[in-house]
């Protein structure tokens, strides 16, 4: 996305979600610098950092100084009191601190999935550190995948994951057909068996927070169908092996190395509260507690309580709801 493209939208929602994107990037840059200063490593540090993933902050701390400017007021200090209260914690002897982001090489996300900043010891050892900065009492967003290979991806350590997979994948073309018909015949459209010129033509949104009455209770009925499947299968593997199934949900939590250390900064305003910060073992711990609660039918998503924290499930539409592309976003909630 060019500098150009950075523009406000049409809906509080979008924009919402761009700016925790370009927030997220800062911040992961923030903490890395603070720290790099800290342990007296920054030459290194902004010799490493430049070239386009340089020039592609700017263009985000731009964004939010126009478009939420006391957000990036408080930043910088949120990356000060977060690196205060990890210091203590990192390996000894770093060489290097790195700044894992979408212009890395792919073998380096491959390598430490959930990890946004690497730290180098003189060893020749890595240690991930996946960042979340969350308003206080809010849901984290820890994994977000396709909801046509969630369950084969995530669970394949089970031999029904296959089934399953297919299963909720028959869900969604049904539920998404069914969704189609029922929204062209409230609005009084010819059904042509697909969302068309017509649609848009006769002033409706393909963006789900803009539909109203009917309209609305249609698409989150057929969410919640998609749910029920999903909601189904993860019943059933926890029935079938609660150890293995534990396991599972640990890259759903944000664990999907085991050498990761998660840091979660809650704030309220520009006052950081709480700062977690959680190793694999701590999170496997947790997992082996969970337990699936009863799934709400009124809404599309459904919750795993655990110890000390609740890890919810939710299927939603990728941007549009016009297309058949979902995802399946988890989140944990601190308690």
Known sequence: ??????????????????????????????VA????????????FIAHFSGVAKQQLGHYEAWLRKNNPKLIQKLPALAKSTVAAIKGLLPKNLLNIHVIGKYSPPQLAALYHEGDILLENNLGDYTPLS??????????NTKSGGV?????????AFEHSEFWQNSLNHQVQVSFQDMLEKLYAVAGLEFTGRFDEQWQGHGLSELPGQLEGPYSVIVQESYREMSKVL?????YLQNNDAVKFSECLLPLMGFGNRDLMQIICYHKDSDPRTIICEQYEEAREAAMTAKILQIN??????????????????????????????KINCSVKRE
Do not use: W
């Open 231 to 235: 909601y189904d299968a993860f019943v």
């Open 33 to 44: 610098h603070t720290l790099a200063r800290e342990l007296r490593l920054e030459e290194q």
């Open 297 to 326: 039918q009124d809404i599309s998503s459904f919750v795993i309580q655990m110890k000390s924290r609740a890890l919810q499930i939710r299927i939603k539409p990728m941007n549009k709801f016009t297309v058949p592309g979902f």
């Open 148 to 156: 046509k290979s969630f369950l084969q991806k995530y669970f394949t």
């Open 1 to 30: 996305m060019q500098q150009s493209e950075y523009r406000s939208f049409e809906t509080l929602a979008q924009n919402a979600a761009m700016s925790n994107e370009f927030k997220g990037n800062l911040f992961e840059y923030m």
């Open 131 to 140: 960042l979340k900065l969350c308003k206080e009492h809010g849901f984290v």
